[in-house]
């Protein structure tokens, strides 16, 4: 053997020795020596366990101690009958996926519709609860809240054209069954008569009233725009009338105002809101796949919190913020929140619904503990994210890009000049893509729209896209 | 502004909703007793018509009396995102004049509602008032004790917050957030939007109104 075989055999002979005194050294570690983190864990845990009977003998210990396993243990019998009540109230069986459930059979549903429509309506709008003319006669005794206010002999008479359809043409300026001039209002007795128009000098004030307010959508520092997204398509409402009536009085005031807010207008909603464009479209087609089961009326809420929930984890995630978004924390249940983060994907929408509902009836009735371990196993459930599935589009502002700028090396002055053409084009190429996240640029108007990009156009030196399109944001 | 949704629930589990508010909310129910008015200007006043709406509170030993204009609510793609409505909203309080103010200038009353059920307001993101009423109508004139449900079997829930145009994102997701909690119970939508009832609500509702099985430690 040459000194090398020597030096391997050696060092054979050293890695096993080695290993014996390692098949030593193991039996010693396996005894009870934890590691520093466990053993302070595993302190604490004892002194809370055995917090209040230290001083007692240790027969008697051991007797609390049994007690209390034996409380706990019937706890857990309860909460399992709990359980399996409420799986068989659900019909989910063992360990298996939400069946459908009750349904309704289709009369119960229709009617079930239909007063909820007769509900609806009333409440919003009026419908089924105007009395005609002729029926509204007064009560013969006014309910005490009423019975001071209005006075009992011709006090009754304001009834409002039923009909709900006011003439539209103009030629309401000389109405026709209200004389101007005739009857001039009767100072105290003219409270229960329907009131005459204020006459022939207050004219001119109809048309102020009556004029559409259209001009003011085109400016962008109009006062209450941002609110509202008036277009020429709308009907007129009353909004839109003290619209015109507020900016007549107040338009210089909000001029700079409007400006600066809108510029300073925090972009990561509506960037993000760009990004999910495709995403979210993706989404609803997916959710839409997905929620055939339970029918159309789980479908809407699920579909708009999932919309909804997703918008937020995507706003979280370009702020980037570790934290959670407020709403969320201000549940006061982290755990929930964490799943706040994590539903945004389309496969969760139906999830939610169903986890969310169990999850919280279950709140209702079951201390705390239980509530947290089960948002604990929703956790690993709800982890798609949105990796999986979406086909991968080209990022909106590309899109844009290619809409709005056909070339990307012509120069500066000519691409000017272009621009100017294109701007109609532009506007509607934007607008197309911009579905979701129109937010910001909703409230603009589409008008306004024109305005800022007007603007836009006239700062722009390079043809650096996702940056004018922060800017074209605020 | 505000954020708004609705929804229905049946009358049956409407005792249910009551405790599972109460658990939410921490704050004790207001009884709601209220007179609406709604009142539309007359054709005379120009093409448009204006439409307000005068509350009466009735719970209250004295009646005090709320203005409330209902305005546009936000519309386009943005607003489609939302899951709530949000719209612009006036409201103040009024004297006890502000019917015959209003008759004086020219508004005429359209219809009257009478809601009555109750209130939960509190503070979880964004200031909520969660309303759960049945609305009546009056088959005569002012007739409040004549009140009758327009429908019997189901109570409308309304959630609204307040808003400002720049932070309606931030109520609109907590309201959202909050409707989660619900959804055992009752589906929320814009007011527009239909929504029927929730299948299974009557399980939840009987868990919620059952005493448990804990025992304490």
């Not at chain 1, 559409?212 to 997204?229: D, E, F, L």
């Not at chain 1, 107040?250 to 700079?256: F, M, N, P, V, W």
């Not at chain 2, 009024?94 to 939960?120: C, P, Q, T, W």
Request: glycine share 8%; aromatic share 4%; net charge positive.
């Amino acid at each position: 053997m040459n000194a090398l075989d020597v030096s391997i055999t050696e060092w054979n002979l050293f890695w096993v020795g080695h290993a014996k005194f390692k098949r030593c050294v193991l039996p010693v570690m396996l005894s009870s020596k934890l590691l520093p983190e466990m053993e302070i864990e595993e302190t604490t845990k004892r002194e809370q366990l055995l917090s209040g009977i230290t001083n007692l003998p240790v027969p008697s210990q051991m007797e609390k101690l049994k007690a209390r396993i034996d409380m706990i243990a019937s706890a857990c019998e309860t909460a399992e009958r709990v359980i399996a009540e409420c799986r068989k109230t659900y019909g989910l069986g063992t360990r298996q996926g939400a069946n459908l459930g009750p349904t309704l059979d289709k009369a119960q549903a229709a009617k079930i519709q239909e007063q909820e429509g007769l509900l609806r309506a009333a409440v919003n709008y009026g419908e089924g609860l105007r009395v005609p003319g002729d029926q509204r006669q007064p009560h013969s005794s006014l309910p005490s809240h009423l019975m001071e206010v209005l006075p009992s002999g011709d006090g009754a008479h304001n009834f409002g054209d039923n009909s709900g359809v006011y003439p539209k043409n103009t030629s309401t300026f000389t109405p026709n069954g209200v004389n101007t001039q005739g009857n001039a209002m009767q100072a105290s007795g003219g409270l229960g008569r329907s009131a005459p128009s204020p006459g022939t000098a207050g004219t001119p004030n109809f048309e102020n009233v009556s004029t559409p307010p259209m001009p003011y959508a085109n400016s962008p520092r109009s006062g209450t725009n941002m609110m509202n997204t008036p277009s020429p398509q709308q009907h007129l409402t009353p909004q839109q009338q003290r619209q015109k009536l507020m900016q007549a009085s107040q338009q210089q005031q909000l001029h700079a105002q409007q400006q600066q807010q809108q510029q300073l207008r925090p972009s990561a909603a509506s960037l993000l809101a760009q990004n999910t464009v495709s995403q979210l479209q993706d989404l609803q087609g997916q959710s839409q796949q997905k929620l055939q089961v339970p029918g159309q009326q789980q479908m809407q809420y699920s579909q708009a919190q999932a919309l909804s929930q997703f918008q937020n984890r995507q706003m979280q995630a370009a702020r980037m913020q570790p934290g959670m978004s407020q709403s969320q924390l201000n549940q006061g249940n982290q755990l929930r929140s964490h799943l706040g983060q994590f539903t945004g994907a389309a496969n969760s929408a139906m999830f939610t619904a169903a986890q969310a509902s169990s999850n919280s009836q279950m709140m209702a009735n079951i201390p705390g503990t239980m509530q947290s371990l089960q948002s604990q196993s929703i956790l690993p459930q709800m982890q798609f994210g949105l990796t999986g599935g979406h086909p991968q589009r080209s990022h909106p502002t590309q899109m844009m890009n290619d809409q709005m700028f056909g070339m990307g090396s012509t120069n500066t002055s000519s691409m000017m000049g272009m621009q100017q053409q294109q701007q109609q084009q532009q506007q509607q190429g934007v607008y197309g893509n911009m579905q979701g996240g129109g937010q910001n640029l909703q409230q603009q108007g589409m008008v306004g729209l024109q305005n800022q990009q007007n603007q836009l156009q006239n700062q722009m030196q390079n043809p650096n896209f996702p940056q004018q399109r922060q800017q074209n944001q605020q | 502004m505000e954020c708004v949704v609705q929804g229905i629930i049946e009358t049956q589990h409407v005792e249910a909703l009551e405790v599972l508010l109460q658990g939410l909310s921490g704050v004790p129910k207001e009884r709601v007793r209220v007179h609406e008015l709604c009142l539309k200007s007359g054709p005379n006043l120009g093409v448009v018509p204006s439409e307000v709406r005068l509350l009466c509170d009735l719970a209250q030993p004295t009646p005090s009396w709320t203005i409330r204009h209902v305005g546009g609510a936000m519309r386009g793609a943005g607003a489609e995102q939302i899951s709530v409505l949000v719209r612009t909203i006036v409201e103040s309080k009024a004297s006890n004049n502000v019917l015959r103010y209003f008759y004086g200038i020219g508004y005429k009353l359209d219809h009257e509602v009478l809601k009555v059920g109750f209130a939960f307001r509190f503070q979880r993101g964004a200031q909520f008032t969660v309303t759960v009423t049945s609305a009546n109508k009056m088959p005569k004139l002012h007739a409040t004790d004549e009140a009758v449900a327009v429908t019997p079997g189901i109570q409308l829930v309304e959630i609204t917050a307040p808003a400002a145009a720049n932070n309606y994102n931030d109520v609109a997701s907590s309201v959202t957030a909050f409707c989660e909690y619900l959804a055992p119970l009752l589906h929320l939508s814009k007011p527009g939007n239909s929504t029927g009832i929730v299948l299974t609500a009557g399980a939840a509702a009987a868990s919620l109104m059952s005493s448990g099985g804990a025992k304490t430690l």
